[in-house]
């Protein structure tokens, strides 16, 4: 139940996230909803459904078996598993720092959206096909909000008042 429940989570913050994040270079409140939902999916989505897995007592001994290099499932096994509260512990603190920072907006959103891509280039490069479809479609997104977000606040399109006769 717990798995269920925070996929449904996830998904419920990656469409808006997805659909914001697409948009956000052409509309001011698709940016707005685009970085609240990618925070909140890093925050919530990531760091929050990891966290209940954790609490439950998942060592995450099968994630990296469909993984499409050998070497990963047998790195990720040797290492993740045996220590998985504090590998999975790091990976939580990870996704909720992005996610704040994402929230944030400014320099510190952009920092965020930097690392975000980073973990799913990560994502979709080592492990499972399904991640790296997942990963794809979410790269194309991040990358959209972060262009956005280093864009500078376009200029006033209004011209200012002047007084008396020109």
Known sequence: ?????????????????????????????ARLVGRLATGLMMLLGGAGVNASFLISGDDYSGFADDAKFGW????????????????????????????????????????GLLCAIAFHVALGLFFSWFLTG????????????FLAETRPAAAPTARPLRHGLA
């Open 1 to 29: 139940m717990i798995v269920q429940n925070s996929m449904i989570v996830f998904y419920v913050l990656a469409v808006p996230a997805f659909f914001g994040n697409v948009l956000a270079g052409v509309n001011r409140w």
């Open 134 to 145: 997942y990963a794809a479609v979410m790269l194309v997104a991040l990358v959209l909000l």
């Open 72 to 111: 990963v499932t047998q790195a990720w096994n040797a290492v993740v598993p045996p220590n998985y509260a504090f590998f999975i512990g790091l990976l939580i603190a990870f996704e909720a720092v992005v996610g704040i920072l994402i929230l944030s907006g400014g320099r510190p959103a952009q920092v």
